[in-house]
């Protein structure tokens, strides 16, 4: 019998504790993915308001100490306050009045608990802000390393990681403080029940009101009270940290997607028209004058649009607007007399191609990265999917150093194609594009920060993927765009001229300027 109990006990045990991490752990990785999930249905707004350093931090840090203390809260609450009220139980089954006097100290143990809890929670909260702040800090410098070492600010930003890495310190060890004063509190909170206890028992033995047994057996179960107690008040240090790592990561779950689609949107596959800017105005959240004000112009379908303007003048908050990576504050985007806001935002999105002068590439082959978007949604890619992507490196002029690389289209490029050169990059970009082949495309001078070799094979590259395609081309080099259909001239969000090049250079008003500026006329 005493085999088998123990059998029994060991398989109960082991059921216990792995259901109890399974539950953990399937919290942790059920949080992790509505998390991400919930982080690609956010707007590019929220991404400007948060340093990458900070929301890695929420998603790894915050997530982490959430994960080491679900396994004990969950041991903890479920088995301790079971032992507690069996224990008073036995307590009250052998003296009541004994029972009473030891438990009158209990609710002074209530107080430091929530007390050192709240001490607790405070603490990871402003420690998990620091740590967030370290990790913005870290992923700044491994960004600009180079620009740190070319100035010589390597002591100069040791100095700014300490001050904040001591910050993080002493929340954290405010944290330890409170921790460690629960136990000797509770101890001796603890010891003046065992006293009570023994002064009120024993002179109920000495009188003969109690028998001898009795009073150590009501001795041995108040010192077993003891210890699921202090597990519940270790449960509750743990679950004020994972309380306010919660805290941080639902100021990320409670915003809400601001880019949504509508009741019934609409899926499109083309266009066949234009598409018109109406009354359209944009103002950041975080800004009180308006980016963009009273926007109005119409592009037909396979015409190119130049869109030039000084810095800050709103030129790439407007081609934002287009796949809706913001919205409009107020009038109306239309592509064939319907709302963008009616459109289903994937088919919206569809539709548009985009190369941009700071090219996004990931650390994966040449062949992923050009077929991102388009194939590898699972399984080995085809011949015509191999195909297919030669064929679209071949129109950007990348299939010749690809094929020079190590590996060939099966090369790694390194982060952000730090194995690539400027030209080679933005002709992987180019050649993703080309494979999607959309009607709309988005280019934000690819070629501003190329040298002459480089710019030449991307301008060429470029003038085969704009063919029979509606451009938004924001430019910056104003001799890239002479050939436009038409010329948007943007000064202060406002549209101040508008024409093409022969027109707005006779007219020797602002675009006659800009122009000048930049050949030094």
Request: hydrophobic share 45%.
């Amino acid at each position: 019998v005493l085999v088998f109990i123990f059998l029994l006990k060991g398989i109960l045990f082991y059921t216990r504790k792995y259901l109890n991490f399974y539950i953990g752990e399937r919290v942790i990785y059920d949080l992790r993915n509505r998390l991400y999930e919930h982080l690609q249905s956010l707007s590019l707004q929220f991404f400007s308001e948060f340093q990458t350093g900070t929301l890695m931090s929420r998603i790894t840090n915050d997530v982490a100490i959430i994960q080491n203390s679900v396994p004990i809260i969950g041991n903890k609450l479920i088995q301790e306050p079971i032992n507690v009220v069996a224990l008073i139980f036995v307590m009250f089954y052998l003296d009541w009045k004994l029972a009473a006097i030891s438990l009158l100290v209990f609710p002074l143990v209530i107080y430091p608990i929530a007390k050192l809890g709240r001490k607790m929670n405070k603490a990871t909260y402003r420690a998990q802000v620091k740590m967030g702040d370290l990790n913005a800090v870290i992923q700044e410098i491994i960004s600009g390393i180079r620009i740190v070492q070319a100035f010589g600010m390597e002591r100069y930003e040791i100095e700014k990681f300490s001050v904040i890495n001591k910050e993080f310190f002493n929340h954290v060890m405010k944290g330890h403080r409170a921790a460690s004063l629960q136990i000797p509190l509770n101890e001796f909170i603890g010891s003046i029940a065992i006293a009570l206890t023994i002064w009120y028992g024993g002179w109920n033995v000495v009188n003969g009101n109690l028998t001898t047994g009795t009073f150590f057996s009501f001795i041995l179960v108040v010192f077993q009270l003891y210890n699921p107690v202090r597990s519940l008040g270790e449960a509750n240090l743990k679950f004020q940290q994972a309380s306010a790592a919660l805290e941080r990561l639902f100021e990320i779950f409670d915003r809400r997607p601001e880019i949504v689609n509508s009741v019934s949107p609409q899926v499109i596959s083309n266009f066949e028209d234009s598409i018109l800017f109406k009354g359209v105005s944009f103002i950041y959240r975080n800004r009180n004058d308006s980016v963009l004000h009273d926007i109005n112009f119409a592009v037909k379908k396979g015409s190119v649009l130049a869109i030039v303007g000084k810095s800050g003048a709103g030129k790439s908050t407007l081609v934002d607007l287009i796949p809706r990576f913001i919205d409009v504050s107020s009038g109306g985007i239309y592509i064939d007399d319907l709302n963008l806001k009616e459109i289903e935002i994937k088919s919206l999105r569809s539709l548009i191609g985009i190369v941009s002068q700071s090219t996004i590439l990931f650390n994966d082959t040449v062949f992923n990265n050009i077929a991102y978007g388009t194939l590898g949604k699972g399984g080995l890619p085809s011949d015509d999917d191999k195909a297919s992507v030669i064929a679209a490196a071949k129109v950007a002029n990348a299939h010749d150093f690809i094929m020079k690389m190590p590996g060939g289209y099966d090369a790694m490029i390194g982060e952000r194609g730090t194995f690539l050169s400027g030209g080679e990059a933005q002709r992987i970009a180019i050649a993703r594009a080309v494979l999607k082949n959309p009607p709309i495309l988005i280019l934000d001078e690819a070629t501003s920060s190329l040298d002459t070799e480089s710019e030449r094979q991307v301008q060429d590259a470029l003038n085969k993927l704009i063919k029979n395609r509606t451009v938004f081309a924001i430019a910056h080099r104003l001799s890239t765009i002479v050939g436009a259909d038409c010329i948007l001239v943007l000064k202060d969000g406002m549209i101040v001229e508008k024409g093409n090049h022969i027109d707005l250079f006779e007219k020797n008003g602002y675009y006659r300027h800009l122009y000048d500026l930049q050949f030094n006329v």
